[in-house]
């Protein structure tokens, strides 16, 4: 099982949440839109552009950028 950040996935991949970076500017609020440990995580799609990401974690679709994610350690 490979761990890397959120903003590595591709387009449809799947993963489960590790953990997320301490001195994250978001953490508390990530938490809790539901980025905890073992949440199941899935990248939807990226704008055309690159960013901002969309993103399902326990089956709610968020858009988020690419910086928020990279704080997001994940397995698949």
């Known amino acids: ?27 508390r609020r990530l938490l809790e839109l539901g980025f905890v440990r073992g949440a199941p995580v899935t990248v939807v799609r990226r704008a ?8 399902r974690v326990n089956g709610t679709d968020l858009a988020l950028r690419a910086a928020d994610l990279h704080g997001i350690r994940v397995r698949q």
């Open 48 to 55: 055309p552009m690159g960013d901002p990401f969309e993103v």
């Open 1 to 27: 099982m490979n761990e890397r950040t959120l903003d590595q996935l591709n387009p449809g991949e799947h993963a489960h949440v590790v953990g997320l970076d301490p001195a994250h500017p978001l953490r």
